[in-house]
DNA sequence: GTTGATCTTATTTCTC
DNA sequence: GAGAAATAAGATCAAC
């Protein structure tokens, strides 16, 4: 749809862009702030002393491990169905 | 804090470092919704018909507008006070 | 260095630049070859009867693993240090 | 194949089963050795002086020509086969 | 001020 | 060919 130039869409559609990127503005504003929410937790735990390198390995891993998980249930579930069709 | 081994850790520096985990995992959690919910838009918006490179470019663009504009009224604003205007 | 305009350049920058190119296409070329290489395993491991979804999940898995454990392994190095220098 | 769960598979297919992993794993990890001697390349770039982001903007750019060489090429060759000259 | 680390975006690849 | 996943690229920010 609508290949034709900018100056040819619709008034509707533009207001539908209009819309759209309104829309994906506020969500990125709202992205940007809890990412500056977590920089604010890393700031406040070194303050308070912790390693906060070793803080960020400890979330890394943590969330690996849980990837690790989640693999290994889609994995068995594969075989199963492999298995079950064979 | 805690120049001691791990397992010498304090009761309360170990609870300070499971809320600080928790909540970390919990902004992060945030953010990940946050950033489906900008794919949505973009899939709902492709749905349309919308290109969502171009989409994407034109969001982009008026980051740097903005930040261009912000840039501006802070030399603007350095004028004004080093003139004692503000 | 060589702020200027390309056709300023010395000759022998110009040999340089010439050899670094063809060197990385060169690698790049490489590259390529190496991961039509690894299609053709899975091509043939099909051929064979392996079912390649659960093949790639084994070998994604395995990746996985590895990460993790080194990942817990730098995890340890660094509450050792954080440990011994405080 | 092997319609036996997997604690069923002969030891013939096991085996075959090992050195496909094995292989694999065999070239992504000279697949990876080679990702990273073009990011030494473009270190001693840097080092020497060049600008790696245009470094790279050329390599892309070579990289759609010759693509686009190769599509004229063929054009060509099949226009060739079209009138019985090749 | 440069390297290193992290995070985000973009492109490519794979799968269905 | 559309959607998802992997890889690569670029940008950003901190630390030395």
Do not use: W
């Not at 912790?50 to 693999?71: G, P, Y």
């Amino acid at each position: 749809m609508d290949d034709a130039p900018i100056e040819h869409l619709t008034e509707a559609t533009r207001e539908k862009l209009r819309q759209t990127v309104a829309k994906i503005e506020r969500l990125e504003e709202e992205k940007k702030e809890v990412a500056e929410q977590i920089k604010e937790v890393y700031s406040e735990a070194k303050a308070f002393g912790f390693d906060t390198k070793a803080l960020r390995q400890v979330v890394r891993l943590r969330k690996i491990e849980k990837a690790d998980r989640e693999e290994q249930e889609m994995v068995l579930e594969t075989y199963l169905i492999a298995l079950g069709e064979a």
